[in-house]
């Protein structure tokens, strides 16, 4: 939990910079290149031991860096961050920045599950109620849930949609238990 506020601070600090520049879509997407190589366990040992020296990770950042072609406000800011020792955080700011940038955009983030695999119109339709529900674009991810017997359940943001199979009988096992009273 602290190194998502720290985190979050990151990402704020860094958000605001990208969007001085009007920056902030393509700092997001190279940072998500970043956060890839990051994912490597070489890369990741390499960056975050205390045996390697500052100034060798720097380097090293700077050929990161230079790969990718990152923006002078990314690339500031992950020489910063190898400087302050805080890489070990960089998955948490990139998935902060995200939250940011989606709440400047209007948009809103959830998982749909399902008993069975949904086709593309019920998806699109699913997606529609949603944002209707919400008041903001949605982006779903959808996944298949075999203990749900049928219907689906979408979890956006801190709104749950339960249209399964499962909910339907207890609501109908609460309306006869409540009737024979």
Avoid: C, W
């Amino acid at each position: 939990m602290k190194n998502m506020m720290l985190a979050t601070r990151y990402a704020k600090a860094l958000y605001n910079l990208a969007k001085e520049k009007g920056e902030q879509d393509a700092v997001f997407n190279q940072m998500r290149v970043v956060a890839e190589a990051f994912e490597d366990k070489e890369i990741s040992e390499y960056i975050q031991s205390p045996l390697i020296r500052p100034t060798d990770k720097v380097k090293a950042m700077e050929k990161v860096i230079g790969s990718i072609n990152a923006s002078e406000v990314l690339k500031n800011f992950l020489l910063l961050m190898v400087k302050k020792n805080r890489l070990s955080i960089f998955a948490e700011v990139v998935t902060a920045y995200q939250m940011i940038s989606d709440e400047a955009h209007g948009v809103t983030r959830g998982v749909v599950r399902s008993a069975t695999v949904l086709a593309p119109e019920e998806r699109t339709r699913i997606a529609e109620l949603v944002s209707k529900a919400t008041k903001k674009q949605v982006i779903l991810t959808y996944k298949e849930d075999p203990s749900l017997l049928g219907g689906l359940v979408a979890e956006v943001g801190s709104f749950t949609f339960d249209d399964s199979l499962t909910s339907h009988l207890k609501r109908i096992n609460e309306q006869l238990t409540r009737s024979a009273h």
